[in-house]
């Protein structure tokens, strides 16, 4: 069964440095997302991206995060820096047709800030 | 009002058991709706559609109540593997994809 690959698995990083979490989507889904979880809450929506551009992202996703799909095959978030809150579970997820088709996430990276 | 609301559980079950919970939506104008799986320190699996009519999937039944703004899950002859948390999800009208904050079920032997 075809997956969503995320890359490194387990981040930590020093508050104030940049990272960059990968992801492999699905390689015939069009539509791309960020969402993450900050232990024990609830999912919350980051971005998504479509055609090679940002289609929607919320309040959380500010000027201190990005996106980009440098090569047609990775999907990358970059965090420029770092804050302790950013600490959380960073799920990537693709889906072939939009949301109402259903999206499949990779296994996630665990962001630690420290 | 929480645009998606879940009671939290958790529910615990003996195996074989039945367990159902509901989720809440707040804008009417909702139109699609899934239940997605979690198991813990795990990504969400997409569990199944909700449709209008009701749907089932093996031991899985989803009913959408649109009246009531509501769906709901129904787990039958539950296992033990079907411990995990539950996320309701519901795309609005505008596309945009809300989470439940989920519904912990535990089935004991």
């Known amino acids: 069964e075809p997956e969503v690959t995320q890359t490194p698995s387990h981040q930590v990083t020093q508050m104030g440095q940049e990272v960059i979490l990968r992801c492999v989507p699905i390689s015939n889904h069009l539509y791309f997302y960020w969402y993450r979880q900050i232990l024990g809450q609830k999912v919350e929506f980051l971005v998504s991206?479509?055609?090679?551009?940002?289609?929607?992202k919320s309040e959380i996703f500010d000027d201190q995060f990005s996106v980009e799909r440098p090569d047609g095959s990775n999907f990358t978030l970059k965090i420029r820096s770092t804050k302790l809150e950013d600490s959380a579970m960073y799920f990537c997820?693709?889906?072939?047709?939009?949301?109402?088709?259903?999206?499949?996430f990779g296994s996630g990276t665990r962001l630690t800030v420290v | 009002r929480k645009e998606v609301e879940q009671d939290p559980g958790p529910f615990n079950v003996p195996e074989g058991a039945t367990v159902a919970f509901n989720c809440t939506y707040s804008?009417?104008?909702?139109?699609?709706f899934f239940w997605y799986r979690q198991d813990c320190r795990k990504e969400p699996k997409l569990l199944m559609s909700v449709y209008s009519s009701g749907n089932e999937d093996g031991r899985f039944t989803a009913q959408l109540n649109r009246a009531s703004q509501y769906i709901s899950l129904l787990i039958r002859d539950s296992k033990l593997s079907d411990s995990a948390t539950y996320l309701c999800v519901v795309i609005r009208d505008d596309y945009k994809l809300s989470f439940g904050a989920g519904t912990t079920v535990t089935v004991r032997a």
């Open positions: 997820a693709s889906s072939e047709g939009g949301p109402n088709y259903g999206y499949t």
């Open positions: 804008n009417s104008a909702s139109q699609s």
């Open positions: 991206f479509y055609n090679n551009e940002i289609s929607e």
